[in-house]
């Protein structure tokens, strides 16, 4: 291919191009009184081909002009840059996450509720996928069982926010033990196709189970959380939050009170899994990940050890799962779609496996641009699935490739480069 | 080391692939606190025997029962590959290598004293909370990696990822990952291939050293020099079948050993025999 | 003799637990509605008649099913990956049948097996082209690099593809008449009537038709040495000589091509299709592909029939609702026994 003269591979490129796009684009089925109606579109044909010989010219052209550098060496450079950047990145990262309500519009601050469950999500994910290495496709289940289960509970007990949030989260737990169990000795893809299901069932079940659920029409009048017992509502008698700090009750209160809720749930999250790394616990998962014949043969448990990061994973999906029901006040099986999982997942890929950093950035990248190009309207999901095939091509490794070593001997250790570090097989 | 008592008594061991038989009726006895030696040609067996030993496969027949010197008694046909590690205290390295390559030497150390960690850190939940012996039982982790680390002359690299080291370096952070697991049967699957001279004897003084200090050790290895220095039995397979055993002057006298061996050529070897159970 | 009909233990269990759940009343509250079918349960003729009606309709709707699972076993066998953009392929390939189909019409082409015959050419060769364009641009300059890449852009040319069919074709549900309306009637029962419509005898001469051209292919060919080849082993396959990423590419053209194929069959199956077939279709051939044991061209037949089958019959005498569930679970607990699938290679873990 690459032997092949620019003018002429551009020229071959725009051939295929007609070929995808002359019937697709080309020929529009509208439904008429007769049936089908094929409406032409010659120019939109005419301007897709142009526009693919143009940048295909333009790529090659551009190659020539620079030799290409050494596979992969321009991934492994920015990778360390991000690394390294990571000492002064997390302390500018975490005090604009801290300030962000204070200056920020209403909308903004929904944004960052949204990036910031995506955050927890994915450092949720990251455990299993990023330091296991077990490749889940139905963490949307365990989403979907913490929010369920909140509502539910909430519905049926009258507990609050902070009573139920435990309970969603080992209820996600005991969902993670209970399937992985029986499908966590299945190695590699096997895995992922049964997560993917197990995530099918669970959303079929909350769709289909009326009387529980409330089926396609969900549960609506969630309880919202309270802050020591203080309600954020639009009066100010006592028992609200305006009432007891004598303010003008305002819809920004709740608001910035959901996003530290989730900031903390996150921050809580990367806590936990950033001492789990240093622990034994943490550091077998990423050895189950390098590699777990090896694992085996010095006497652990590698179906035990297993579940515990499907579990410990699973729990932070439903802590996440609770919030965003009760940030919602409504849910339905809508929401856990298999694209929440696929989200999820591009999110700890993209950043890079196992690096709590490279998630942050992650989603700022897949869910914080999306948002901003709203008004695209149905051209934004296209631009989406592009772009995470862009993404994937350019920096296959993701955004943070390089690990820090769990545990030194006194001096400072440098970071593992990525072409180390196994990306398992469970 | 002539009144030493059996440790491993492999009887009647049997394994089939299909309708590949890769060993046949093979018993054996490897002694406490000595270093035995399992020979042969490509294809002999002896790899898969090692792989029944420590679990990864199950026998199609026959018993591995392994005494401790207390008395315990364990039937390793019958445990979970993990058990035989944990409780058996039987440990092994791999003819390719296979160390956690993204992880740093040390760390390799320390999942290789997994078990007592955890059991020290509350199954890992006191840990997070910074409760617990935890922190006591890395410090006491950390000095038995130390320890094997001078003893394999890696101290210098510890901080460095397992998978940068040099290939010599690997085989001996593999039998140094191994020991930290506290074994009383080392199963060493060719440490010598692919070692220079001089690091060869240094691993000879290592093996030494190891069962000195109690551990016995279970070697397959094709470097005869090495296998006739630091053995102290031998057993010879070929084509699945024990063919003798004896110590190293017997072995080397035996002319069943000298015409599986020098009779006809490796390349003859792995022709005929099918191929080394993987 | 008894135990030749004892249910397997899953199934008594499942039967059981019918049992149980209608005694409680609470598959009412399920929605799965058991209930509903207990009227063709009256005579022992008309169950019959029923059964063998639900497994014509199963075997077809298998057949399509297995169609689209070869295309996810081949690219799985030779480069170890999910595609799951395949399933939208598969969506691409009825849309471009519906194309194809109403050109002809207009065209005034109105001789069925010569407009089918066009249709499927042209369906076949132009998804053929998407599938070769996939794996150019999204696939391979990720070979040999980090596994779960490939992965995530697999999803990401997944969602670009619904999204493409959506933007250019609209959201909207597309019909097309009925192309060979009637059929056969094999039985009567107590006025149940058993057919076997022209459309399902079309669809299983079409099926097996491409996959005895399929079978010839990849077992006489050179082309289908190669693939083998580098389904064993893909490197040695590079140093013997053989061009990998030739091969790596006619076996998505290959995979792609039956996909659509099964496009076109299930557009004439069910009259309508929409931009979001491909997920639904994609995820439960994968799920036979697997079950059948990946990798194995047979396996993903097999897989896609009984992946049919389990969904049709579980339908007919269960609740629709939970169908995708049936089958599903049937996949899990087929792992959970065979952990490579029915007719995946058990290979000894190598140590």
Known sequence: ?426 | MAAAEALLEVRGLGMRFGGIVALDDVSFTARRGEITAVIGPNGAGKTTAFNCITGFYRPSAGSLQLTHADGRGFALAAMPGHLIARRARVARTFQNIRLFAGMTVLENLLVAQHVPLMAATGLGVLAILGLGRYRAAERHAIAKARLWLERTDLLARADDPAGALPYGAQRRLEIARAMCTDPVLLCLDEPAAGLNPRETAALDALLRGIRDEGCSLLLIEHDMGMVMRVSDHIIVLDHGRKLGDGTPAEIRADPRVIAAYLGEDEEDADHLAPADAP | MRAIFRLPPGLACMAGMQHALVESGLDQDLGLGWRRVASWRITRGVGLAYALQQLINGVTLGMIYGLIAVGYTMVYGIIGMINFAHGDVFMIGAFLSLIALSGLASLGITAVPLALAITLVFAAALAALYGWTIERVAYRPLRGSFRLAPLISAIGMSITLQNFAQVTQGARVKPLAPLVPGGLVLTRAGGFAVQLSWMQITIAVTTVLCLAVFTWLVTKTPLGRAMRACEQDLKMAGLLGIDTDRTIGLTFVIGTALAAVAGLLFLLYYGAIDFYIGFIAGVKAFTAAVLGGIGSLPGAVLGGLLIGLIETFWSAYFSVQYKDVAAFSLLAVTLVFLPTGLLGRTDVEKV
């Open chain 1, 1 to 426: 291919m690459s032997q092949r003269a620019p003018l002429l591979d551009a020229f071959l490129s725009a051939l295929v191009a007609l070929g995808l796009f002359a019937p697709m684009v080309g020929l529009e089925t509208t439904v008429g009184v007769h049936g089908i109606v094929l409406v032409p579109r010659p120019l939109a044909v005419a301007a897709l081909v142009g526009a693919v010989f143009v940048l295909r010219l333009a790529v090659r052209l551009w190659q020539a002009r620079r030799p290409p550098a050494p596979a992969g060496a321009g991934a492994v450079r920015i990778g360390r840059a991000w690394a390294g950047m990571g000492r002064f990145l997390v302390p500018v990262l975490l005090a604009a996450a801290l300030l962000m309500p204070w200056v920020a519009s209403r909308a903004t601050i929904d944004l960052g509720v949204l990036l910031l469950t995506y955050v927890m999500l994915g450092w949720g994910l990251n455990i299993v996928v990023g330091l296991a290495g077990l490749l889940d496709l139905g963490y949307v289940a365990f989403y979907a069982v913490g929010a369920y289960a909140y509502a539910l509970i909430a519905e049926n007990t009258g507990l609050g926010f902070w009573s139920c949030l435990p309970a969603a989260g080992a209820l996600a737990a005991l969902w993670g033990i209970t399937l992985g169990f029986p499908v966590l000795r299945l190695r590699g893809d096997y895995l992922a196709i049964v997560t993917l299901a197990f995530g099918e069932i669970i959303r079929i079940v909350l769709l289909n189970w009326v009387s529980l659920t409330g089926g396609p029409n969900g549960i609506a009048g969630i309880p919202r959380p309270t802050l020591f017992g203080l309600r954020f509502t639009m009066t100010d008698d006592p028992g609200t939050f305006a009432g007891f700090f004598h303010l003008v009750p305002s819809p920004v209160q709740r608001q910035m009170f959901l996003y530290y809720i989730i900031l903390a749930l996150a921050l809580l999250t990367n806590w936990v899994t950033l001492r789990l790394r240093r622990q034994p616990l943490g550091r077998v998962w990423e050895a189950l990940r390098e590699d777990e014949i090896a694992c085996r043969s010095l006497g652990i448990n590698i179906t035990t050890t297993k579940l515990t990061a499907f579990a410990v994973g699973a729990c932070f999906g439903g802590f996440a799962g609770a919030f965003f029901a009760t940030r919602q006040g409504f849910i339905s099986p809508e929401s856990f779609t298999f694209m929440e999982s696929a989200t999820v997942l591009a999110i700890v890929v993209l950043g890079g496996m196992g690096s709590q950093l490279g998630v942050v950035l992650a989603t700022l990248i897949m869910i914080g641009a999306p948002e901003m190009f709203r008004a695209l309207a149905d051209y934004r999901m296209l631009i989406f699935g592009l772009a995470l095939v862009v993404m994937m091509v350019l920096r296959p490794r993701g955004l943070v490739t390089e690990r820090k070593p769990s545990v030194t001997l006194g001096r400072g250790a440098a970071a593992i480069p990525a072409a180390l570090i196994a990306e398992g097989h469970g």
